[in-house]
């Protein structure tokens, strides 16, 4: 594979009770467990982050492939989710939902403009086949 851009982070502390930065700096959180996790909740966590990233980059591809169908991509959004919980294995898993939001087309055409960017996106292929991803298509009365 040919890297066009490599992200570099770095998490020193607790894990998820410490902190991470990126080694421009542009990103400098602290971390912390969410209450439900029986954290203190007042930090980000890498659920969130991962959420963050994953809505942004499948946005990108969304985007991508509406333009190369000429689909009107004003006024689109994507929302991701990223629950957490106990695996079947003993450990821990992700279950992840995507709520896409095409307000200008019909709904036929936002399901398979969504599908097509769940192909393409890279979290949706880095994630594929490991975590289990919902994709919703909000209509423009949800």
Request: charged content about 20%; hydrophobic content about 40%.
């Amino acid at each position: 594979m040919n890297i066009l851009y490599t992200a570099e982070a770095l998490a020193t502390g607790e894990g998820r009770n410490g902190r991470t930065r990126t080694s421009d700096g542009r990103l400098d959180l602290e971390l912390a467990l969410p209450k439900e996790m029986g954290g203190s909740g007042e930090g980000t966590n890498p659920e969130q982050l991962f959420a963050a990233g994953y809505a942004a980059c499948f946005h990108s591809a969304l985007q991508l492939v509406a333009r190369a169908a000429g689909a009107n991509v004003a006024d689109s959004a994507v929302g991701a989710q990223v629950g957490i919980g106990p695996s079947a294995s003993g450990g821990f898993a992700l279950a992840i939902t995507l709520e896409v939001s095409l307000p200008h087309l019909p709904r036929a055409e936002a399901l398979a403009l969504t599908e097509q960017a769940h192909q393409v996106c890279p979290y949706s292929n880095a994630t594929r086949g490991n975590v289990e991803v919902t994709l919703s298509v909000t209509d423009e009365d949800d």
